[in-house]
């Protein structure tokens, strides 16, 4: 079974503070991607990884940032933390040559800035 | 570019047969998945239609129309723990990334 597993279930930080997120998947996946979910909005991509050290930006990149150095590991670097970050940020992780791209997910980290 | 459309809300009784439709426009199309995700937790995979049909699998079962860029999802026989949100997602035009619905949040009561 394919596994993604993600730093923290819940988190709190302070306006101004650094915040990683990170996430690690088991299954070799080439594709990494991080998303926030917001009510109403549904899941918005932030960044997205297609394999060590690429990355490029999603729908949402301004206030984030991310680190792929191992195959493995996916983080999400917020640089400074503001209040409308707070959110549920989930990670997933996709094999792109298998035909479908079927996109499995972590558990979720859920962010509160104050 | 992509665009999904979904109802936000249901309602049903347990038992009862509910239908959640999914239309979309996208400018390539590869296939349309369903996921179901419950309140604070990740979303997980529920099916995958690449062909015009309806396929069955248990009590849940998915529709897609190419044609008319439609698809549905049938959850029969209700129970309390299907109370959960529904996406649905399409592959975008490079084929690397899924663009989702906002989701319907299904509530089904005894």
């Known amino acids: 079974d394919v596994k993604v597993t993600q730093s923290s279930r819940y988190l709190v930080k302070r306006t101004g503070e650094k915040v990683f997120l990170e996430c690690v998947q088991d299954m070799d996946h080439e594709n990494m991607f991080w998303y926030r979910q917001d009510p109403g909005l549904g899941l918005r991509l932030i960044y997205f990884s297609y394999d060590v050290k690429m990355k490029e930006k999603g729908d949402i990149p301004e206030g984030y940032s991310v680190s792929r150095e191992k195959k493995e590991r996916f983080s999400l670097i917020l640089e400074s933390a503001s209040t409308n970050q707070t959110s549920m940020y989930l990670c997933?992780?996709?094999?792109?040559?298998?035909?479908?791209?079927?996109?499995?997910f972590g558990p979720g980290t859920r962010l509160t800035v104050t | 570019g992509q665009n999904i459309d979904q109802p936000t809300e249901m309602t049903a009784t347990e038992g009862a047969i509910v239908q959640i439709n999914c239309t979309y426009q996208t400018s390539g199309f590869n296939g349309l998945f369903w996921y179901q995700q419950h309140a604070g937790e990740a979303p997980t995979f529920l099916s995958y239609?690449?062909?015009?049909g309806l396929e069955e699998k248990g009590r849940f079962s998915s529709f897609l129309s190419r044609s008319k860029g439609y698809s549905y999802l049938l959850l029969k026989e209700l129970q309390m723990k299907d109370s959960a949100s529904y996406l649905c997602a399409v592959p975008n035009t490079g084929f690397q990334k899924l663009v989702f619905g906002t989701g319907t949040r299904l509530l089904v009561s005894p």
């Open positions: 239609n690449v062909l015009d």
């Open positions: 997933a992780s996709s094999f792109p040559d298998r035909g479908t791209y079927e996109q499995y």
